[in-house]
């Protein structure tokens, strides 16, 4: 499957080409970067750390997706939603790692969906899909009354957006099991004199700093006792290995809005 990474010399971008070079069936395409990139012309293999691969860095998208099969995308909403237009127009498997979309970028990746097959996650590591998996079965066993819940995330200094994709995926988990609509029930800020939590909220608590990965625990927090449902990742090549294994997945599939739940066969 020759796939083109976008952001190929960014942290993500390096790691994606490293574990596209060593996944049997998949082959690098193209390596995309902004115009003004100093990457611009190096070999992609040299510049992740691997043998060269004969393809350099590039910034026409429209030369990089021709004979291609699908886009590993970990960059920016506003990108994204481009490259989903591009990969609806060409009929392109289209993974998407980014995080902090808007609702009306939701909906434009709806959209493009219709045409193209798209893989959207908040997290593309087996272990954190597994993790939500395990806290909407918790949060459905342990009703709101009884336990309170919180998301606790920790990334590095660099990172944009908060909640993280991840955190928000995980609430999102905890709120199917609890029947509830997160956008009404979740709390993202506490300060000054708060009250009282309400009953049946679900709060998300943002750390920021050094050269975290991504760290993830999920609290239900009772009367006498507490559960902690935690993930740390020490090493971004998890999110690049589930993201290849999306697009090997998804390779064939009639066009949609799929998640990595769909790719790892635990949406039943």
Do not use: C
């Not at 808007?102 to 709806?110: F, L, M, P, R, T």
């Not at 272990?127 to 009703?143: I, S």
Request: glycine share 14%; no cysteine; proline share 3%.
């Amino acid at each position: 499957m020759r796939l083109v990474v976008l952001g190929a010399a960014g942290r993500m971008g390096r790691t994606l080409v490293q574990i596209v070079a060593q996944t049997p069936g998949a082959e690098l395409s193209a390596a995309l970067e902004q115009p003004n990139s100093p990457a611009l012309g190096r070999d992609a293999g040299a510049l992740a750390g691997v043998d060269e691969l004969g393809v350099t860095v590039a910034a026409d998208p429209e030369a990089a997706l021709e004979g291609a099969d699908g886009i590993l995308d970990f960059t920016v909403p506003s990108v994204s939603t481009g490259y989903a237009r591009r990969a609806a127009e060409r009929g392109l498997v289209h993974v998407i790692g980014t995080t902090g979309f808007s609702a009306d970028e939701e909906a434009e990746i709806a959209a493009a969906a219709e045409r193209a097959v798209i893989v959207k996650s908040g997290n593309m590591s087996l272990g954190v899909n597994l993790l939500a998996g395990l806290v909407e079965q918790a949060a459905r066993a342990l009703g709101p009354a009884a336990f309170d819940l919180e998301v606790l995330e920790m990334h590095h200094k660099h990172k944009v957006d908060a909640p993280s994709g991840t955190a928000l995926l995980l609430g999102e988990a905890a709120a199917k099991g609890r029947g509830i609509d997160l956008a009404e029930t979740s709390v993202r800020s506490r300060d000054g004199h708060t009250g009282a939590r309400p009953e049946g909220t679900i709060g998300f608590a943002t750390l920021r700093g050094g050269s975290v990965v991504g760290e993830h625990t999920v609290i239900l927090a009772g009367e006498g006792e507490r559960i902690e449902l935690t993930h740390r990742a020490t090493d971004r090549a998890i999110f690049a290995r589930g993201a290849v294994a999306a697009a090997l997945w998804a390779k064939d599939r009639p066009a949609g809005l799929y998640s990595m739940r769909d790719v790892l066969g635990l949406n039943g």
